[in-house]
T-cell receptor, first 115, second 111 residues
Framework: GAVVSQHPSWVICKSGTSVKIECRSL??????MFWYRQFPKQSLMLMATSNEGSKATYEQGVEKDKFLINHASLTLSTLTVTSAHPEDSSFYIC???????????FGPGTRLTVT | QKEVEQDPGPLSVPEGAIVSLNCTYSNSAFQYFMWYRQYSRKGPELLMYTYSSGNKEDGRFTAQVDKSSKYISLFIRDSQPSDSATYLC???????????FGRGTQLTVWP
């Protein structure tokens, strides 16, 4: 149990375009989901906390207008990278926390390459 | 100074060796400490979860927390090639608080 999926697993896009990444909790409901970014050989950096039915909470230094988060249901959160640039190329990982526990379950990640 | 420091390695050991992985931290408010395992191109999975100081054992894995030294460790006994992965430490101030991750230590266990 406690499976989190992400789609797509890998995406290449041109500079200036937008990309949407989906995060789904497959077998549990999650009021809270998290979006992380991970550069090679670096730690996971929390970008934002996504709450179902309300606005996401962004970490300091993360542009909310660039990284749009929508938590439309208890099993789905989306991250849209708008007007992507090469420096946005990274590994994006989401996690979801079941409503009755502290543990976060991570998705497999999405590798974004902006050319 | 980063809040969580972890030597990225790489660390290479023979099968059967005891592996010691460590993290230090600067924020004394951290109360909950975790170790995650991450295989290449996969998301992290929780290995161990401990609260405050002390030891916790689960099979071949032992987690230690020394809050007085702001130092946590993960020991892997009888290491196996399947243990080859990146191990990340993480910690938080509260049960539902945000996680602060170390950089991860890349471990290779060779047959």
């Amino acid at each position: 149990g406690a499976v989190v999926s992400q789609h797509p697993s890998w995406v290449i896009c041109k500079s200036g375009t937008s990309v949407k990444i989906e995060c789904r909790s497959l077998d549990f409901q999650a009021t809270t989901m998290f979006w992380y970014r991970q550069f090679p050989k670096q730690s996971l950096m929390l970008m934002a906390t996504s709450n179902e039915g309300s606005k996401a909470t962004y970490e300091q230094g993360v542009e909310k207008d660039k990284f749009l988060i929508n938590h439309a249901s208890l099993t789905l959160s989306t991250l849209t990278v708008t007007s992507a640039h090469p420096e946005d190329s990274s590994f994006y990982i989401c996690s979801a926390r079941p409503d009755d526990t502290y543990e976060q379950y991570f998705g497999p990640g999405t590798r974004l390459t902006v050319t | 100074q980063k809040e969580v420091e972890q030597d990225p390695g790489p660390l290479s050991v023979p099968e059967g060796a005891i592996v010691s992985l460590n993290c230090t931290y600067s924020n004394s408010a951290f109360q909950y400490f975790m170790w995650y395992r991450q295989y290449s191109r996969k998301g992290p999975e929780l290995l161990m979860y401990t609260y405050s100081s002390g030891n916790k054992e689960d099979g071949r894995f032992t987690a230690q927390v020394d809050k007085s030294s702001k130092y946590i460790s993960l020991f892997i006994r009888d290491s196996q090639p399947s243990d080859s992965a990146t191990y990340l430490c993480a910690m938080s101030r509260s049960t539902l608080g945000r996680l602060y991750f170390g950089r991860g230590t890349q471990l290779t266990v060779w047959p």
